[in-house]
Every structure is written in C-alpha cells, then in structure tokens.
C-alpha cells in the first residue's frame, strides 16, 4: 500500500470543483501543494511539512500568519459586532482616524474591501473631479484586475509601446481611455499631457513598481509628477496597496515626501484581513457619501466589515511599535546582502533588488530604471529557481521578476538558513549549466 499523499487527493478534488484548480492563476505553484495552517513565517501543507514563506499572503502578512494580536482583535470585535451595513459604526470612526493620523494625504479616508476596488474607486473620482477621461498609468504597474488597468505588466517586448491586456473580457471601450507610459520618465508624461490637453484625469503609479520586482521610483521623477498633476488640474493618485503600511505606516509618499491627490491601500493594512482604502485630498474626496450632482458612488455591502477593521486596528497598534521598521528593513537588508554574496561567489549574472523588506533576485546583471530594462532578465533560470526554491520548501510564486516579502515573524536565523539553501540551488544550476 503506498503512502497517503493528502496534498495531491486535494489538488484532485479541487481540479474537479474549482475553475482552474486554484482561486487565481498567480497562486499556482506548479507542485500540488494543499496548505492546512500558517503560523508565524511558516506555513503547513496538508501531510504536515512545513514550509518558510516568503510569498506571505501576496504581501499583506507583514506581522508574520495569524499574529496573536491581530487574532484577538479579531476574535474581541467579533463577540461584540458583526455586519451591521446601516448608520456608521464605532469602529469605523475610530479606524478612520487611525488611518488618517497616518497617512500624510489623508484629508479623508473610504474604505472598501481589496485593492482593486480601491483603485478603481480612486480613479472613477480622479473622472468625477476633472470631468476627463484619460488615465496614465505606466508599463510594468499593476493596479488590479478592472478594464482600465489590466494591461502593461510583465509584457512580452512585442506588448511595449501598445496595448497588452492581462486577460480575456476586457471591454477595449475602456482600456482605449488609458495610455501606458515608460516609468521613472517625466518628459513622457509632460509631451502626453501637454498632446492631449484637457484631457487626462489621472495618474496613476505604483511609487516603488513592486510588480515587476522592485523598479524605484526617483524621488525626482515624483516630485516631477507632483508639478505636472498640479499644473495641468490631474488627479495624482499613489497606488500603495504594497507600499502602504509594509514600508512605513504613513505609505511610501512619507518616504519620498511627496504627497499624492489620492492614494490606495490594501494588503498589509489588515495583515490577510480583506481592506481596500481610498484616501486623499477633502475636496475630490467628500463626493464619496455625498447624492445628487457630482456624487460619486462607492457602495459595497461588505465596506468596513468588522473583522477587516478589526485587523486594521491591531496592524496599526503593531507596526505603531518603536523601531519595528527598522527591524523589518534590517531583515531585507540583511537577505539582499546575502544574494549578492552568493552571486558574487558564483559568478553569477544576477543582483539583488527590492526595498524595506521586499527582495528577489534579478537575473541580470545591469542597471535599471523601467520595465524595458528588465527585458535582459534570464527569465528560464529565473523560473528554475523559484521552483527549486519550492522544491526546497521555500515559498515564493513561481514567476520571473516577482518579488517575495520578509514578515516580522522571520529571523535572521530563517534568513540565513534560507540563504544556504538558496546558495546550494544556485551551485547546483550552475553546475548543471
Ligand atoms: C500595487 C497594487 N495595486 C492593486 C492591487 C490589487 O489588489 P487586490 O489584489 O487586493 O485586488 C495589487 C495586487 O497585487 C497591487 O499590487
């Protein structure tokens, strides 16, 4: 009789029930791997191996899985309330504000329940309050999964310079209305608003470009969008559902110093609990609430459910703490630090990346400032190395250019492990090469 394999009878049984055997494409693994629970930087499949994630909820596990506080929190606000959907309610008030004491351009805050509704909030009000329809938004960015923005991520180098949409459905009426623009380049972004005067409502951008690893925004090239938004009456919103809350409280805009119109949240603001949220300037966003001319609709049965507010509270109480920033940068530090030595060593053509406690590994050796750079990326060992790592009980998606996430839960110890594993995958390739 041979050994029961729980994690395959459960890839079995959800290729038989759910589409496509997983809830999104961005969550195959590419080994059937059935996970049962998460604790801390671990995570269990279901014949009880353990593995290190460095995948960590997409990044919004920034405190480690099911952190005790946020636990609680959760389970306190759920003895006392649960939807109520009328009226406002206390903890929302009091999120609100704890949100808004935070986030340097949060004259007001809405609240909704990803990050893709957050976005496309933000720019249906960035079209309310300029009465324009353009949006642009840049090659490599992802915002989300509606018409206007899925479009332009890892494109192929035959999608750069034309329209790529992420998938099947697409209404092109939409998609026709945004324009992608090369990142980290102003002079872009001026000649397209200045040959469609009138015209754009918004900018959208992520301010690190997570999505394609980690491409940094100059802190010129925002303050540069900064001036051109102003001057040409567009709406600039920071998408920071990454960002936000992973690399300070108050979102990347309080690292570089500059202040968006709009800017969204999601992921690590409630720490694996579903929030999206919208915040900015009072004047684009008092419509949100408001009927009648002007108004702009953000309904949502489930905005500002209480187990999410619940963990945005604890999430904010937790990374509130003194000096946890720069324990999770440190953990980064110290795991980029460790790829260069190994490919140093190796004499491999690959660099770390990432920021805070974001990181991957390039597989290229040159510099890079947009998503075209990326294009000399070695994306076939790119690919073999996520699935050793995989192989190797190291979670991370099994796609070039993705960026993994530290939590505050890992070690420097797990880091360290981690990296001697990696070290040993990366001779291995080498010598099979
Ligand atoms: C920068 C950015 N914006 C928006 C989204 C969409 O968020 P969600 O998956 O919560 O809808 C994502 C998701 O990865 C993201 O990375």
Known sequence: MGIRDANGELAARAARVMAGGHLSPSRRLGHPIAFRRASGPYLYDANDLRYTDFHCGFGANVLGHCHPAISARVSEVGQEIDLIGAGITELEVDTCEAIARHIPCAELVALCNSGSEATYHAL???????????????????????????????????????????CAGILEDTARHTAVLPYNDAGAVEAFIRDNPGEVAAIIIEP?????????????????????????????????????????????????????DLATFGKAAGSGYPVGIVAGRRDIMERVGRTGEGSVFMGGTFNGAPSSLAAVQATIGELSRQGIYERLNELGARMRA?????AGRLGLE?????????????????????????????????????????????????????????????????????????EDILKRWKAAA
């Open 350 to 422: 690959a660099q770390s990346a990432g920021f805070g406690s974001v990181f991957l590994l390039y597989f290229f050796a040159g510099p890079y400032s947009r998503y075209d750079d990326l294009l000399a990326n070695d994306d076939a060992t790119d690919l073999a190395f996520r699935r050793s790592m995989i192989e190797h009980r190291l979670i991370s998606q099994p796609l070039p250019l993705k960026r993994m996430y530290l939590s505050l839960a890992h070690t420097p110890e797990i880091i360290d492990g981690s990296l001697n594993l990696i």
């Open 124 to 166: 249906r009000l960035a079209r309310a309050a300029t009465g324009r329809k353009t949006i642009v938004k840049f090659q490599g960015g992802y915002h989300g999964w509606h018409d206007a923005v899925a479009m332009n991520v890892q494109s192929s180098a035959e999608g750069i310079g034309r329209y790529d949409p992420l």
């Open 208 to 260: 690190i470009a997570h999505n394609i690893g980690s491409v940094i925004a100059r802190h010129e090239f925002l303050a540069d969008l900064r001036t051109i938004a102003t001057e040409h009456g567009v709406v600039l919103i920071f998408d920071e559902v990454i960002t936000g809350f992973r690399h300070a409280l108050g979102g990347y805009q309080s690292i570089c110093g500059v202040a968006p």
């Open 338 to 342: 460790g790829l260069d030595d190994i």
